[in-house]
């Protein structure tokens, strides 16, 4: 399958072009306003085609595009895909707004092309084997989560996510939708209710760059989240909370494998041991499978719809100082 890469991001260079040739499949095309910018990456990762327009990928016989220019730019770039009849992995958040990520998930649902959202954290092998665990009732009844995925934003990629609004800047709309997806992966829900506070600490311009909610699920679970772009020596975690055991996972919300999980329970506490995949290539090998029309776990485009909602809930809270229903598309 060949793809190409629309924004030279990054991600795109770090992580999705070595995951897409690892899965078996080809990079043929980097897509970048910037010609120089677009031809640097190409000699770089050795990518035959760099091109200013995405137009001129439809005389390449592209079949799959990566999404990961500016979030306020996913929705033409996406509908332009559909309309080629290319499938779509997007980057999160979908897109700024909300209106504009449910036109996305139709554009493809009508065009007959596969859509999914590029939530690579469902893929850490402790999340998998988390979502195991809860699904068999291994801790009982689950009660609460607490979520923390505060980090440090380096400073090479810092640019408008502290600086532009617009463009989808900001911790909630960059990180709240991982933890709203990682937690729906891990519960099979979405909160119903959230209750925010944000803040800036200085890193970010106009907007927040540290935020905390309390999310309820239909279910009676409760969980805490964190959000944050200030805390160089902080450390991911996941806690589950049931009557029966707990889970906890450390270092586990990162983009690279890794981490450790460990269950408590009566009997005391053991580590549950984990892979080591590349989360990167999961997303693709899903996406390949999803392609074929066989199961896969990838995060589709309702499901990063659903997460771009709580993120907005979790921002109207903030705004609002109310608990807030979250509106789901």
Same mark, same amino acid.
């Given at each position: 399958m060949k793809w190409a890469l629309i924004g030279a991001s990054t991600i795109a260079g770090q992580w999705m072009v070595d995951a897409i040739r690892s899965a078996g499949d080809d990079v043929v095309a980097v897509v970048s306003g910037s010609t120089q910018r677009a031809q640097a990456f190409a000699h770089t990762h050795q990518i035959e085609h760099a091109v200013s327009h995405e137009h001129a990928l439809d005389a390449l016989g592209i079949d799959a595009v990566y999404v990961s220019n500016t979030n306020d730019k996913h929705e033409a770039s996406v509908l332009r895909a559909a309309t080629a009849g290319?499938? @779509?992995?997007?980057?999160?958040?979908?897109?700024?707004?909300?209106? &504009? +990520?449910? =036109?996305?998930?139709? #554009?493809?649902?009508?065009?007959? @092309?596969?859509?999914?959202?590029?939530?690579?954290?469902?893929?850490? &092998? +402790?999340? =998998?084997?988390?979502? #195991?665990?809860?699904?068999?009732?291994?801790?009982g009844v689950v009660s609460s989560v607490r979520l923390s995925h505060s980090v440090y934003l380096p400073k090479h990629i810092q640019g408008w996510r502290l600086s532009d609004k617009g463009a989808g800047g900001g911790v909630v709309l960059d990180i709240a939708v991982h933890n709203a997806d990682s937690l729906a992966?891990?519960?099979?829900?979405?909160?119903?209710?959230?209750?925010?506070?944000?803040?800036?600490?200085?890193?970010?311009?106009?907007?927040?760059?540290?935020?905390?909610?309390?999310?309820?699920?239909?279910?009676?679970?409760?969980?805490?989240?964190?959000?944050?772009?200030?805390?160089?020596?902080a450390e991911t975690h996941i806690q589950v909370h049931g009557d029966q055991a707990?889970?906890?996972?450390?270092?586990?919300?990162?983009?690279?494998p890794g981490g450790t999980l460990q269950l408590t329970d009566a009997s005391g506490t053991r580590d549950i041991a984990l892979d080591s995949d590349n989360l990167y290539e999961r997303v693709v090998r899903n996406m390949q499978a999803a392609i074929r029309g066989e199961l896969h776990a990838n995060a589709d485009g309702a499901a990063g719809l659903q997460s771009l909602a709580v993120a907005h809930a979790v921002l109207a809270s903030a705004t609002s100082g109310h608990t807030e229903a979250v509106t789901y598309p």
């Open positions: 290319q499938h @779509v992995l997007c980057e999160k958040p979908l897109a700024v707004d909300l209106a &504009a +990520a449910k =036109r996305m998930v139709q #554009a493809c649902e009508q065009a007959g @092309v596969v859509m999914a959202t590029n939530h690579h954290l469902r893929h850490n &092998a +402790a999340h =998998r084997a988390m979502r #195991a665990h809860i699904a068999s009732q291994q801790l992966f891990l519960l099979g829900e979405y909160p119903t209710h959230v209750c925010a506070m944000t803040s800036n600490t200085g890193m970010a311009q106009g907007m927040e760059d540290n935020a905390m909610s309390v999310w309820r699920y239909a279910s009676g679970i409760t969980a805490f989240t964190h959000q944050g772009f200030n805390t160089p020596f707990s889970l906890h996972g450390t270092g586990i919300l990162t983009q690279a």
